[in-house]
């Protein structure tokens, strides 16, 4: 068995990691905040296993002393994650005081005890303060790692009480060169750029028709502002997939819009985008903002476990959409 390493992208990261860990450096509570796909879960069970391993090689853990395969099989007695009991819902004070009973004991297996927490801003107010005590006051041989694409919406006792580790998207070619083998006939540059950057999202589109599912909404858009499709038709059509995939891919297009003003060419696209940019290029920049505005609400309001009615909010999007491309015409004059 092998040792779990980190991605390409990420030797610079993870060399810093360890070597102060080594060094007997790194802070009970770290924060790995960056966007969503760019590996920082993958870089907090890099650490764990390091940490944990009790014969580690100079750079990795050596994956296969028994803390390795316990690691490996899930069932190590000194890590624990906590994560909502339901995909977007709260982290709630229960778990939280379960793993302070679990930072409180001594390891089983005689060295450290990790916890990581993801995504730390789905913690309530509640979950929050009852952290916050082990974050103070740590017991020796501890490391608490905090996983969050929008630590801004983490309370600030607990972002200070914190390292802030960021976790930048990599450089487009570094990423397209470890994704090229996976993404068969698609341009591992186009998929990045459909997902900011981020390589495990863009790997992440190629599973269960993400992609197509995402391309046929982007034909929908454009459909409506050709007048080929009514909003309310083209948000029946959308019922099927993820309420959130389709807010994050138009709040991706709508900051693409905005990159292309600023850079000019921003590179490959899939050509249902490359349309869609046009379209959005012929839209006042206020506008988009509202739009951009309103999503980033929508968005917000699903990860709260708020559970918006979806039909409402995809004829909502759809109208919104269809306003917007009709104002790119010229008023017709009063009659
Ligand atoms: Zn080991």
């Given at each position: 068995m092998s040792a779990t390493l980190p991605y390409p992208w990420q030797q610079a990261t993870w060399s810093s990691l360890f070597s102060r860990f080594r060094q007997g450096q790194l802070p009970h509570g770290l924060l790995f905040n960056g966007?969503?796909?760019?590996?920082k879960r993958h870089m907090a069970n890099c650490l764990a296993e390091f940490v944990l391993c009790s014969s580690p090689q100079n750079d990795a853990a050596?994956?296969?002393?028994k803390s390795c395969e316990l690691i490996k099989a899930g069932t190590h007695p000194d890590l624990q994650s906590v994560s909502?009991?339901?995909?977007?819902?709260a982290i709630k004070i229960d778990q939280v005081r379960k793993l302070n009973d679990f930072l409180g004991q001594t390891s089983q297996q005689g060295g450290y005890k990790v916890a990581i927490l993801a995504p730390a801003e789905a913690m309530n107010i509640n979950a929050a303060n009852a952290l916050l005590k082990n974050l103070e006051e740590p017991s020796a041989r501890t490391l608490i790692i905090l996983i969050s694409d929008a630590p801004n919406r983490l309370m600030a006792t607990i972002r200070s009480r914190c390292q802030a580790v960021a976790f930048a998207v990599p450089a487009l070619e570094e990423a397209s060169r470890w994704l090229s083998p996976l993404c068969?006939?698609?341009k591992p540059e186009a998929l990045l750029n459909m997902c900011s950057g981020a390589p495990l999202a863009a790997r992440d589109l190629?599973?269960?028709?993400r992609l197509e599912a995402r391309l046929s909404f982007a034909d929908d858009l454009n459909q409506i502002a050709a007048g080929q499709m009514f909003s309310l038709q083209a948000a029946a059509r959308w019922m099927d997939a993820e309420p959130l995939m389709l807010i994050e891919a138009l709040l991706t297009w709508l900051q693409s819009a905005s990159r292309q003003e600023v850079q000019g060419d921003i590179g490959q696209l899939m050509e249902s985008e490359l349309q869609l940019l046009q379209l959005l290029q012929t839209v006042g920049v206020k506008l988009r903002f509202r739009l951009y505005d309103k999503l980033l609400q929508s968005k917000a309001q699903i990860l709260s476990g708020a559970n918006p009615n979806q039909q409402l909010l995809l004829e909502e999007i759809a109208m919104d959409w269809q306003a917007m491309m009709a104002s790119r015409k010229p008023m017709r004059p009063a009659i």
């Open positions: 966007t969503a796909g760019v590996g050596c994956g296969s002393c909502p009991e339901e995909q977007g819902k068969g006939d698609h190629l599973d269960d028709g």
